[in-house]
T-cell receptor, first 116, second 115 residues
Framework: AQKVTQAQTEISVVEKEDVTLDCVYETRDTTYYLFWYKQPPSGELVFLIRRNSFDEQNEISGRYSWNFQKSTSSFNFTITASQVVDSAVYFCALSEPNTNAGKSTFGDGTTLTVKP | DAEITQSPRHKITETGRQVTLACHQTWNHNNMFWYRQDLGHGLRLIHYSYGVQDTNKGEVSDGYSVSRSNTEDLPLTLESAASSQTSVYFC??????????????FGPGTRLTVL
């Protein structure tokens, strides 16, 4: 069965610190997708990134970077030089298109607080 | 621009009443989902649909029902509202086309309070 674990419930950092949000997943499928979503205090859920299981290249987008490692079943998210606007709940999610078409399993989320 | 909307955004109701939450998407997506979000539980799947006339139960479906009469809408009905159903409800949709990536796009959420 698919499972997503975000062991960090809450993280608090001071502005300009780097912070890494951990995500560990379980799946029996060889084809799957991994996602990160952001939920700011306003409440909406915003899609950030998607990775497929055949692409282990790390990705950088501005201050955001993602490290996908199949060997450790992890898909970690790093924010460099954090800002107050990064304060949000971040969700990691997993989908298995061949066995659970269309459905995603979400982690419980990590609440990130960036203090000025 | 394509979008997914939910109404109402806030709702207060009484125990035992029937409540329907609306979800409308203009992405032309086949897949639609309803989740509830509670502190400490993340997002839990209530019901989902892969297309018109198709509905399926998720992990927390008791006390909820959905119907899919067209591609754009998936209303969620609480048959007899209970205080345990006080939550924030999110609707989402994704594409089912060949080669789709299962990326779900979410509505703004509905905050429901059952007194």
């Amino acid at each position: 069965a698919q499972k997503v674990t975000q062991a960090q419930t809450e993280i608090s950092v001071v502005e300009k610190e780097d912070v890494t949000l951990d995500c560990v997943y379980e799946t029996r499928d060889t084809t799957y997708y991994l996602f990160w979503y952001k939920q700011p205090p306003s409440g909406e859920l915003v899609f950030l990134i998607r990775r497929n299981s055949f692409d282990e290249q790390n990705e950088i987008s501005g201050r955001y970077s993602w490290n996908f490692q199949k060997s450790t079943s992890s898909f970690n998210f790093t924010i460099t030089a954090s800002q107050v606007v990064d304060s949000a709940v971040y969700f990691c999610a997993l989908s298995e298109p061949n066995t659970n078409a269309g459905k995603s399993t979400f982690g419980d989320g990590t609440t990130l607080t960036v203090k000025p | 621009d394509a979008e997914i909307t939910q109404s109402p955004r806030h709702k207060i109701t009484e125990t035992g009443r029937q409540v329907t939450l609306a979800c409308h998407q203009t992405w032309n997506h086949n897949n639609m989902f309803w989740y509830r979000q509670d502190l400490g539980h993340g997002l839990r799947l209530i019901h989902y649909s892969y297309g018109v006339q198709d509905t399926n139960k998720g992990e927390v479906s008791d006390g909820y029902s959905v119907s899919r009469s067209n591609t754009e809408d998936l209303p969620l009905t609480l048959e007899s509202a209970a205080s345990s159903q006080t939550s924030v409800y999110f609707c989402a949709s994704s594409d089912r086309a060949s080669g789709s990536t299962d990326t779900q796009y979410f509505g703004p959420g509905t905050r429901l309070t059952v007194l």
